[in-house]
Antibody, heavy 122, light 110 residues
């Protein structure tokens, strides 16, 4: 069973960079069979797709966040990372990492991390 | 900006049937958008229910089914139970290498 666990600072200052890590167990992030993604949810609001990455480095971003987001993978640690620059209070949210379905059925999220709350404040 | 529309709220009686929908602001939803559905209770991670329009994720009871109804994707819950009270989100693949979630439907069972 695939398990994902997000980690990172719970508080980030306005205009700084939010950095999160997703530790994956039960599946190699280097597998050619899967894409991996990030989704966030502001308090009391709905889900928002941030972006998706393939082990090869191919990335796909939400157009509204594209200029501020970078993804990376660390195969040696089996981890994914997210960086979001120039944060504002609007970036306060629970951030989830997730795995898409198999390469033959990748258009959805199959497994989810529990999520980590990041608060942006001055 | 792409907008995926869902009913903000819906209610169903215990044992009843409810159909939640997922539409697009500028087009009809078809299977080519690979609609998927997720259930989320407060404080929990989303749970995957349906993918590729009508395929149930592992372990999801057959009370949950997906379809295309008219120009929208639909999630039907039959025999609603108290623990089905949750938020339900649809997600569409936009063919530009991007995905968009709907705003979610809060389902009340009473």
């Amino acid at each position: 069973q695939v398990q994902l666990q997000e980690s990172g600072p719970g508080l980030v200052k306005t205009s700084e960079t939010l950095s999160l890590t997703c530790s994956v167990s039960g599946e190699s992030i280097s597998s050619s069979s899967y894409y991996w993604g990030w989704v966030r949810q502001p308090p009391g609001k709905g889900l928002e797709w941030i972006g998706t990455i393939y082990y090869s480095g191919n990335t796909y971003f939400n157009p509204s966040l594209k200029s501020r987001v970078t993804f990376s993978v660390d195969p040696s640690k089996n981890q994914l990372s997210l960086k979001l620059t120039s944060v504002t209070a609007a970036d306060t949210a629970v951030y989830h990492c997730a795995r898409h379905g198999s390469i033959m059925d990748l258009y959805y999220f199959r497994f989810w991390g529990q999520g980590t709350l990041v608060t942006v404040s001055s | 900006q792409t907008v995926v529309t869902q009913e903000p709220s819906f209610s169903v009686s215990p044992g009843g049937t409810v159909t939640l929908t997922c539409g697009l602001s500028f087009a009809s939803v078809s299977t080519n958008y690979y609609p998927s559905w997720y259930q989320q209770t407060p404080g929990q991670a989303p749970r995957t229910l349906i993918y590729s329009t009508n395929r149930r994720s592992s372990g999801v009871p057959d009370r949950f089914s997906g379809s295309i109804l008219g120009n929208k994707a639909a999630l039907t819950i039959t025999g609603a139970q108290a623990h089905d009270e949750s938020h339900y989100y649809c997600m569409l693949y936009m063919h530009s290498g991007s995905w968009v979630f709907g705003g979610g439907t809060k389902l009340t069972v009473l």
